[in-house]
């Protein structure tokens, strides 16, 4: 089913369709959760504790943001917040390797789709690469769309900043204007880093991390029940 926001947009044709991966395109049951229990037990905050379940709350609250910026604000100082870093995309990466992450049903045909229908889709992540290439390795991804763009790839900074929406717009130049781009995620950060690019169209979906509250308080366009239902959108909008 698609819900349209409050206030919906018609959006012009669009021709790159930029897409968030654990939540949206990806589900990995929760391993966010898990790795970071790993990365804050090595630095000493154990689950359980008043201070680890403080931390969780804002981890759950910044689903989508760039997950080095999460520990530099949980843990202050830029070494523990590294090290942090790297514990969780090392116990994030070994549980990937294990078999615990899957399509969102439905999510690799909709690419396939937005393809077919000659749309460019790009992948993009607030994990570092290596982390992402581990997912696209686990999926069989690799070869499935052109582009794929971590916080890194983009200058550094990840969602909710727009830099990698611009930097897919620039690097594909499969559109004329960023009008002509679809955002698509499931955190309030997806959402937001679309609005401040100027995507033409702004999609919240509810396969992950926030809600329609949030989708629409972050200025979502339209509101999803799945990335499945992206295709169809995409060709009443164009």
Known sequence: MTTPAPTPTTAPDIRLVVLDMAGTTVADGGLVERAFDTAARE????PGTPGHTEKLDYVRATMGESKISVFRHLFGDEDRAQHANTAFEKAYGELVDGGL???VPGAREAIEELAADGRTVVLTTGFA???QDAVLDALGWRDLVPLTLCPADAGGRGRPYPDM???AFLRTGAADAVRQVAVVGDTSYDVLSGVRAGAGLVAGVRTGAHGDDAFREAGATHLLDSVAGLPALLRGAG
């Open 43 to 46: 630095l000493g905050v154990e």
């Open 165 to 167: 929406v611009l930097a």
């Open 129 to 131: 690469r290596v982390t």
């Open 101 to 103: 992450v899957a399509p």
